[in-house]
């Protein structure tokens, strides 16, 4: 049926076709008198500004009850009135009023709204009136609701929800709920008012409930007996409950995550307000149970290994933090930690391939963990390590019978898929005693021992005491922090400028790496390569390096306005030999903005002996990014011309063992000579390194060497102080 307002009225228009409409409508035509009044106005009970008896032929003043006392009333009487006289005299088209009449249970709102049509030339006003209570009704509820929770989230959002229900909704009950995992549907309260405060969260079945139907996703009102329609429902009785209204909270997927409901003493009849209501704040409160679900998953995973769902390093010290609080007060409660590392894993995963090597982790957690009490807490570290925290033991033979039972059970065969692989655990123990003052030495306690049964031949278990060799201590704590100290940010970037020979311009700069150790100052290069080779930390060690010296270029690039500055950067052959290898150099370049060929990696000769073809082919892919490759340490390895003209290389850097001899009129004067000869008859520069007095600088210039770098021009700075020297030197 149309509305009145698009109904197009004519001088034939019947009253019969008016008094269709359940609006209450009149016309009123250019002189101001009533052509015609519908059923509904006259018959409609409501109280209202409109006059029952107006009759046909009257002046519209008529439309309106006489002698009202309220001066609101008469207000919007002579508001309407000079609305209409506006219309008829082509002043307005429409006009819009809302208003309440009545008293307590009487009182009721309604709008009115006066339209301008066309009939046969002559204006004409339709007048339409509307009751609008129950849009009201709602409107002022949410708005308190609103109101009331707009600041609240969380756990504090729910409790303000229900409360603000009861309040607006005048009910005695309401409550939110999220679903639980089970066999057996069950619902848990997030908040809970129970007529006068909040009450206290529980968890019930959803069986012979209201809520069962809800959780099935169905909205659900029952005006009255709620008590004789769900007889087993104990909860009515106790609540003296007689009707429920209940609305599914749904994610943005559909699943349902838990419902709304408001529960009264008191019959709801219509409810519709109720369900209008409450799907409209069951959106809100489904968002917030879904972002607090997040939060807590996110949580989770903080604390945990992504891969096995074990707990993770940190939850882990939580856990021993909590079993030396305890030791401390009774030291009858000891404990033990376990440090596991697997044999050979390295091995497995580079044969097998990640996948199966994440089988394996997984397969070898299980394993572990079905020697463990419930008590007991077994944790993945990272990589290939795991620790045992073992409570409540009455002495050392308790952890070390857990370390063989551990041992005996990883030496059996591991089915992976088609594979069959063995692989063993080497074990470090330590014991709670008077001197564990932290989480953190127990657990390098264990770390310390394990690496000592690595050092005796592995596939073993070693307690922890203090009577280990020093120098495997001072070892293995150079390793452990190590393992820590990029995290830390203790591995530093010093730059040495690489100098043009002719002029002595700064062309570019080699990045180097130190590592300012808290207590033993700057280790060199020399003492944790080594370590990071071994531990693989390398690859990561050597993408931060890149990934830094890149972003200090381009900004010396920006600041000094020179955008042909190069950057050197040791590149290793693990990193090379790195799937997506160009993939993540080209991302490290987008992100800094660096250009390509404002990179040179530098790789070694023995790099290249390594998997040729496949070495080959990534270098290939490198210069077509545009990334020069200089040849380091030129002269101490395989070199040969043929050798040379079929690498994919910009320059060569002589080691500075060649260099050093320059003082010395001897044999390593033609060597240097000859490799800066070869070098220009490949179309490649030559960079010398290690140039340390001016003779050695002159000589490199009469041999028209191009670049050079060393302690003559700079020692490696940090980039502050590079800053500085940049300041002082002929840039």
Same mark, same amino acid.
């Given at each position: 049926?149309?509305?009145?307002?698009?109904?197009?009225?004519?001088?034939?228009?019947?009253?019969?076709?008016?008094?269709?409409?359940?609006?209450?409508?009149?016309?009123?035509?250019?002189?101001?008198?009533?052509?015609?009044?519908?059923?509904?106005?006259?018959?409609?009970?409501?109280?209202?500004?409109?006059? !029952?008896?107006?009759?046909?032929?009257?002046?519209?003043?008529?439309?309106?009850?006489?002698?009202?006392?309220?001066?609101?009333?008469?207000?919007?009487?002579?508001?309407?009135?000079?609305?209409?006289?506006?219309?008829?005299?082509?002043?307005?088209?429409?006009?819009?009023?809302?208003?309440?009449?009545?008293?307590?249970?009487?009182?009721?709102?309604?709008?009115?709204?006066?339209?301008?049509?066309?009939?046969?030339?002559?204006?004409?006003?339709?007048?339409?009136?509307?009751? @609008?209570?129950?849009?009201?009704?709602?409107?002022?509820?949410?708005?308190?609701?609103?109101?009331?929770?707009?600041?609240? =989230?969380?756990?504090?959002?729910?409790?303000?929800?229900?409360?603000?229900?009861?309040?607006?909704?005048?009910?005695?009950?309401?409550?939110?709920?999220?679903?639980?995992?089970?066999?057996?549907?069950?619902?848990?309260?997030?908040?809970?008012?129970?007529?006068?405060?909040?009450?206290?969260?529980?968890?019930?079945?959803?069986?012979?409930?209201?809520?069962?139907?809800?959780?099935?996703?169905?909205?659900?009102?029952?005006?009255?007996?709620?008590?004789?329609?769900?007889?087993?429902?104990?909860?009515?009785?106790?609540?003296?409950?007689? $009707?429920?209204?209940?609305?599914?909270?749904?994610? $943005?997927?559909?699943?349902?995550?838990?419902?709304?409901?408001?529960?009264?003493?008191?019959? @709801?009849?219509?409810?519709?307000?109720?369900?209008?209501?409450?799907?409209?704040?069951?959106? !809100?409160?489904?968002?917030?149970?879904?972002?607090?679900?997040?939060?807590?998953?996110?949580?989770?995973?903080?604390?945990?290994?992504?891969?096995?769902?074990?707990?993770?390093?940190?939850?882990?010290?939580?856990?021993?933090?909590?079993?030396?609080?305890?030791? #401390?007060?009774?030291?009858?409660?000891?404990?033990?930690?376990?440090?596991?590392?697997?044999?050979?894993?390295?091995? @497995?995963?580079?044969?097998?391939?990640? =996948?199966?090597?994440?089988?394996?982790?997984?397969?070898?957690?299980?394993?572990?963990?079905?020697?463990?009490?419930?008590?007991?807490?077994?944790? #993945?570290?990272?990589?290939?390590?795991?620790?045992?925290? &073992?409570?409540?033991?009455?002495?050392?033979?308790?952890?070390?019978?857990?370390?063989?039972?551990?041992?005996?059970?990883?030496?059996?065969?591991?089915?992976?898929?088609?594979?069959?692989?063995?692989?063993?655990?080497?074990?470090?123990?330590?014991? $709670?005693?008077?001197?564990?003052?932290?989480?953190?030495?127990?657990?390098?306690?264990?770390?310390?021992?394990?690496?000592?049964?690595?050092?005796?031949?592995?596939?073993?278990?070693?307690?922890?005491?203090?009577?280990?060799?020093?120098?495997?201590?001072? !070892?293995?704590?150079?390793?452990?922090?190590?393992?820590?100290?990029?995290?830390?940010?203790? &591995?530093?970037?010093?730059?040495?400028?690489?100098?043009?020979?002719?002029?002595?311009?700064?062309?570019?700069?080699?990045?180097?790496?130190?590592?300012?150790?808290?207590?033993?100052?700057?280790?060199?290069?020399?003492?944790?390569?080594?370590?990071?080779?071994?531990?693989?930390?390398?690859?990561?060690?050597?993408?931060? @390096?890149?990934?830094?010296?890149?972003?200090?270029?381009?900004?010396?690039?920006?600041?000094?306005?020179?955008?042909?500055?190069?950057?050197?950067?040791?590149?290793?052959?693990?990193?090379?030999?790195?799937?997506?290898?160009?993939?993540?150099?080209?991302?490290?370049?987008?992100?800094?903005?660096?250009?390509?060929?404002?990179?040179?990696?530098?790789?070694?000769?023995?790099?290249?002996?390594?998997?040729?073809?496949?070495?080959?082919?990534?270098?290939?892919?490198?210069?077509?990014?545009?990334?020069?490759?200089?040849?380091?340490?030129?002269?101490?390895?395989?070199?040969?011309?043929?050798?040379?003209? $079929?690498?994919?290389?910009?320059?060569?850097?002589?080691?500075?063992?060649?260099?050093?001899?320059?003082?010395?009129?001897?044999?390593?004067?033609?060597?240097?000579?000859?490799?800066?000869?070869?070098?220009?008859?490949?179309?490649?520069?030559?960079?010398?390194?290690?140039?340390?007095?001016?003779?050695?600088?002159?000589?490199?210039?009469?041999?028209?060497?191009?670049?050079?770098?060393?302690?003559?021009?700079?020692?490696?700075?940090?980039?502050?102080?590079?800053?500085?020297?940049?300041?002082?030197?002929?840039?």
């Amino acid at each position: 049926m149309r509305s009145p307002n698009q109904f197009q009225f004519d001088l034939k228009l019947s009253q019969a076709v008016l008094n269709t409409f359940s609006t209450q409508i009149a016309i009123v035509d250019r002189t101001g008198y009533i052509t015609a009044i519908n059923q509904p106005w006259k018959t409609n009970r409501e109280l209202s500004l409109l006059n !029952r008896d107006a009759v046909v032929g009257d002046s519209y003043f008529s439309l309106w009850l006489k002698n009202v006392a309220k001066d609101s009333d008469r207000s919007c009487i002579n508001s309407l009135d000079r609305a209409i006289a506006e219309i008829l005299n082509r002043q307005r088209n429409d006009f819009k009023l809302e208003y309440v009449y009545g008293n307590g249970s009487n009182k009721n709102w309604f709008s009115i709204h006066l339209e301008k049509f066309q009939d046969a030339d002559s204006p004409k006003v339709m007048i339409a009136q509307t009751k @609008i209570t129950e849009y009201k009704q709602m409107e002022s509820c949410l708005r308190s609701i609103a109101e009331g929770t707009a600041a609240a =989230t969380g756990n504090e959002f729910f409790y303000s929800l229900v409360y603000h229900l009861t309040r607006a909704l005048g009910v005695n009950y309401a409550l939110v709920t999220e679903c639980l995992r089970g066999d057996i549907p069950m619902v848990r309260t997030l908040a809970f008012w129970c007529k006068d405060d909040f009450g206290q969260n529980y968890e019930y079945k959803l069986a012979h409930t209201p809520c069962q139907r809800v959780i099935n996703g169905l909205p659900c009102h029952y005006p009255r007996n709620i008590q004789k329609i769900f007889p087993q429902d104990a909860d009515f009785a106790k609540f003296n409950a007689e $009707s429920y209204v209940g609305v599914p909270l749904l994610n $943005s997927s559909g699943q349902v995550l838990g419902h709304l409901a408001i529960i009264s003493e008191n019959p @709801i009849e219509d409810g519709s307000l109720e369900l209008a209501i409450l799907k409209i704040f069951a959106s !809100r409160a489904a968002a917030e149970l879904e972002r607090k679900r997040v939060e807590e998953q996110l949580i989770h995973d903080a604390l945990h290994d992504s891969l096995t769902g074990l707990p993770n390093r940190s939850l882990f010290s939580d856990h021993l933090t909590h079993a030396l609080k305890k030791y #401390r007060r009774n030291s009858n409660d000891k404990f033990a930690v376990l440090f596991l590392d697997l044999d050979r894993f390295k091995v @497995i995963n580079d044969s097998l391939g990640h =996948t199966f090597g994440d089988l394996l982790l997984v397969t070898i957690s299980q394993r572990i963990q079905a020697y463990l009490r419930e008590s007991d807490i077994l944790a #993945r570290l990272g990589g290939d390590e795991f620790a045992i925290l &073992i409570d409540d033991i009455e002495c050392i033979s308790n952890a070390t019978r857990l370390a063989e039972r551990i041992q005996a059970s990883l030496k059996l065969p591991f089915c992976l898929g088609t594979h069959e692989v063995f692989t063993s655990v080497s074990i470090g123990i330590a014991i $709670s005693d008077s001197s564990s003052d932290s989480a953190e030495k127990l657990l390098r306690n264990a770390d310390i021992a394990m690496y000592k049964a690595k050092a005796l031949g592995k596939t073993r278990y070693e307690l922890f005491n203090d009577t280990l060799h020093v120098q495997v201590v001072n !070892r293995l704590q150079l390793e452990t922090d190590f393992r820590r100290a990029l995290d830390r940010g203790e &591995i530093k970037l010093y730059y040495q400028p690489i100098i043009s020979l002719s002029d002595n311009k700064v062309k570019g700069f080699e990045a180097l790496a130190r590592w300012q150790h808290p207590q033993k100052g700057l280790v060199c290069p020399g003492d944790f390569i080594p370590l990071a080779e071994e531990t693989g930390a390398i690859v990561t060690l050597g993408w931060w @390096i890149l990934q830094e010296a890149c972003y200090q270029l381009r900004e010396w690039q920006v600041s000094f306005n020179n955008p042909a500055l190069t950057m050197g950067v040791n590149f290793s052959q693990k990193q090379l030999s790195q799937p997506f290898m160009t993939e993540s150099l080209v991302q490290i370049l987008e992100t800094t903005g660096l250009a390509a060929d404002s990179l040179r990696l530098e790789i070694t000769e023995s790099m290249l002996m390594d998997n040729t073809e496949a070495t080959m082919k990534t270098l290939e892919q490198l210069r077509a990014l545009g990334v020069q490759l200089d040849l380091d340490d030129f002269g101490t390895g395989y070199s040969s011309l043929s050798y040379l003209r $079929s690498l994919p290389i910009d320059a060569l850097k002589i080691d500075r063992s060649f260099v050093q001899n320059l003082d010395r009129k001897d044999k390593n004067n033609k060597i240097v000579e000859a490799i800066v000869m070869m070098a220009k008859s490949l179309g490649l520069k030559v960079i010398a390194e290690g140039i340390e007095t001016e003779k050695q600088l002159a000589a490199l210039r009469g041999l028209q060497c191009v670049y050079g770098q060393g302690y003559l021009f700079s020692c490696p700075l940090h980039h502050q102080s590079l800053k500085l020297w940049l300041d002082r030197w002929n840039y």
